[in-house]
């Protein structure tokens, strides 16, 4: 399979412990995106890689969220001390950007989500 | 205001029918521009990215209206198989993604 993928795809934790979230992007693709959706709602940004380098982060995202790419290719989102509100479908996604590969340079390719439950 | 507004619906359609769907965005700045589907409890595929011209695959028309500062999706012949939930999507510099709550389709026997 060359699509996006996520790791777990399910995740029930308790409130105020902490959870890490792994993406593993589509081979060529330099970008990669965190979303986070709740019901009813489209995806919401979170941050955004450039290979290794983090461009840009929601104003929405508190310093309890950190994102990494160390190498340019997976990505881990950790959530430190969750709480009930942080309840939601994480979204990763990749696009091609100058590097080619699948799609055209910003289409995203979806993976299937993480889905956290904090208790 | 929100960057991206959609109709939430549902539309409910029978088979066979036509339907369009319209998504506002608040910046002119806006450069690319994209349907997506979702399934219920499944991530967003892409559908179509929506060019200046606008484009169209198969049953899928898509248009943009940079005057308006909307796009719309248009459906024909529906078909069982398109009941889904459709967001667009916007993207300014080619960084942030913006996307709309999403509008849902049920196609009807």
């Known amino acids: 399979d060359t699509g996006v993928s996520q790791d777990p795809r399910h995740k029930i934790t308790k409130r105020g412990q902490n959870v890490t979230f792994r993406c593993d992007p589509i081979?060529?693709?330099?970008?990669l995106y965190w979303y986070r959706q709740t019901l009813g709602q489209g995806p919401e940004f979170l941050t955004y890689?450039?290979?290794?380098?983090?461009?840009?982060k929601s104003r929405l995202l508190s310093d309890r969220f950190s994102a990494e790419r160390p190498k340019g290719s997976f990505s881990t989102l950790e959530i430190q001390r969750t709480e009930q509100g942080d309840s939601a479908m994480y979204l990763c996604?990749?696009?091609?950007?100058?590097?080619?590969?699948?799609?055209?340079?910003?289409?995203?390719?979806f993976g299937p989500g993480t889905r956290l439950t904090v208790l | 205001r929100k960057e991206v507004e959609q109709d939430p619906g549902p539309f409910n359609v029978p088979e066979g029918a036509t339907v369009a769907f319209n998504c506002t965005y608040s910046?002119?700045?806006?450069?690319?521009f994209f349907w997506y589907r979702q399934d219920c409890r499944k991530e967003p595929k892409l559908l179509m990215s929506?060019?200046?011209s606008g484009n169209e695959d198969g049953r899928f028309t898509a248009q943009l209206n940079r005057a308006s500062q909307y796009i719309s999706l248009l459906i024909r012949d529906s078909k069982l198989s398109d009941s889904a939930t459709y967001l667009c999507?916007?993207?300014?510099?080619?960084?942030?993604?913006?996307f709309g709550s999403g509008t849902k389709l049920n196609v009807k026997p």
């Open positions: 081979s060529e693709h330099n970008r």
């Open positions: 929506v060019y200046s």
């Open positions: 996604a990749s696009s091609a950007g100058l590097a080619g590969g699948k799609g055209t340079y910003n289409e995203q390719f």
């Open positions: 999507a916007v993207n300014r510099n080619f960084n942030k993604f913006y």
């Open positions: 890689f450039q290979n290794e380098a983090q461009l840009e």
């Open positions: 910046n002119s700045a806006s450069q690319s």
